[in-house]
């Protein structure tokens, strides 16, 4: 029997702000010890190790991360049937995936990694199944309102990946003594949430390996899929041409940028994973009583965000990653644009995904990849890592005012009904913080 949360949205929201807040605080830490202990070039190859499994995983999901929380939510369909089809589909992708990694690591990306690191480079793909498994399982537990629960995963995963990185640097040292780290960082990751998915219940399914049962769950997934595939394009295609123009160092450069930079991005993320299953549930004119007042409030904490990282980003530079990190100032200042248009873009696509219209995060994000690789091979060859931040922020301006446009005619709204903060949603937001900070001590009470 799964067992369904049954707390408020206001507690949720700020349970989840202070679980994102603290993980987002741990990775900190995590970025902090490579960057110190192996440099621009190093910091370099771990990212783009990172990459390629972070994002042979997304690519292999087929959607369906979204698609359980649609079908849970909207379908009113039974979790305990979707969960043996994710966990069939899971196990089949990731078999596929670790194929693909296979090959991208012994062969396209083998100059640019050190032979030392393909060993536990490959154990790493290994366990993409698993991954692609933890995935879903999060998934499952935010359709059963399980917001907390996810997020207190993630802080999970955070600590764990700092222990792993720690324990690597002491025992081993250098790029490999962290891989290790990351690899057993990321297994803990997985029993975790599998014995979380167990105890609430979701995880008492065996595997569905069969296309019949899974086509539905494809059938959706595969609709926002296309816009999964684009936005990972557009958010790190930039990482890729900097490896084969200018080597490791400037990825590890730009790698630090784009971790100050997405700072910012903390509170839409908090919005997302909180609100969109409570929109799958409500009327058209529900979920835009419900959002109209969140993007606005979105957009004016974006901003006031990227003011302050603009402010304070190279002295937190300096004294975070040391003074080796410092040429990664002036493309963070770049990228805040694309900072606070990426946030607002992400939650309006997430919005209409859960609305049923998954194809327009496809489109958008098409057009901002067209603008990313154009700008991308034109900028980065004459400006370097400064000119791959600016053709970020170009691109994420794309994606946001095309989303924009698209979100106002599904949802009826006028832009500045979205944009521009209202007094009525300051009253609204302290009455949601206090009725969140009254839910919190009252469900976990000293």
């Not at 955070?158 to 297994?187: K, M, P, Q």
């Not at 019949?212 to 958010?235: F, P, Q, S, T, W």
């Not at 700008?375 to 994420?396: E, F, K, R, T």
Request: contains cysteine; charged residues 15%; glycine residues 12%.
């Amino acid at each position: 029997m799964v067992r369904r949360a049954q707390r408020s949205f206001a507690t949720d929201s700020v349970a989840s702000f202070v679980l994102m807040l603290l993980t987002n605080l741990i990775r900190l830490p995590t970025n902090i010890l490579i960057a110190r202990f192996l440099g621009p070039a190093g910091k370099g190859v771990v990212t783009l190790l990172q990459l390629l499994l972070g994002q042979t995983a997304l690519f292999l999901s087929l959607g369906l991360d979204a698609a359980l929380v649609h079908f849970a939510g909207r379908r009113g369909r039974p979790v305990a049937e979707l969960t043996g089809r994710a966990l069939g589909l899971g196990l089949v992708l990731g078999e596929i995936g670790f194929g693909v990694l296979v090959v991208l690591l012994v062969w396209v990306f083998a100059e640019l990694l050190p032979a030392e690191v393909r060993l536990v480079s490959l154990l790493l793909a290994a366990t993409l199944p698993l991954t692609l498994i933890a995935s879903f399982l999060r998934s499952l537990l935010r359709a059963c309102g399980r917001v907390v629960e996810e997020w207190s995963l993630m802080l999970v995963s955070a600590t764990a990946l700092l222990a792993g990185v720690g324990l690597g640097l002491l025992l081993e040292g250098g790029v490999t003594g962290v891989l290790w780290g990351l690899l057993g960082g990321s297994v803990l990751t997985v029993v975790v949430t599998a014995g979380l998915a167990w105890r609430v219940g979701i995880l008492w399914q065996k595997p569905e390996i069969s296309w019949h049962g899974a086509r539905e769950l494809v059938g959706y997934g595969a609709k926002l899929h296309g816009g999964n595939i684009l936005e990972a394009m557009n958010d790190r295609f930039d990482m890729y041409i900097l490896a084969f123009f200018l080597g490791t160092a400037a990825v590890g450069i730009y790698s630090i940028a784009v971790v100050v930079a997405e700072l910012v991005l903390l509170f839409p993320g908090v919005v997302g994973s909180v609100l969109m299953p409570r929109v799958a549930t409500r009327s058209e004119a529900g979920s835009n009583a419900m959002m109209a007042p969140v993007l606005r409030m979105t957009s004016l904490v974006l901003a006031g965000g990227a003011l302050v990282s603009a402010l304070a980003g190279g002295w937190l530079i300096q004294l975070l990653f040391g003074e080796a990190f410092l040429p990664a100032f002036w493309p963070m200042l770049l990228l805040l644009p694309g900072s606070w248009a990426l946030g607002l873009w992400r939650t309006m696509m997430s919005d209409l995904v859960v609305r049923g219209h998954p194809l327009g995060k496809t489109w958008t994000a098409a057009v901002a990849v067209v603008v990313t690789i154009v700008l991308d091979l034109l900028l980065i060859p004459l400006w370097g890592v400064p000119g791959a931040a600016v053709a970020s922020s170009l691109a994420y301006g794309a994606a946001m005012g095309l989303g924009l446009w698209l979100y106002c005619r599904v949802t009826r709204l006028r832009p500045l009904e979205l944009l521009r903060p209202r007094r009525e949603d300051f009253a609204l937001a302290r009455t949601q913080l206090r009725a969140g900070l009254v839910s919190w001590r009252t469900a976990f009470p000293r």
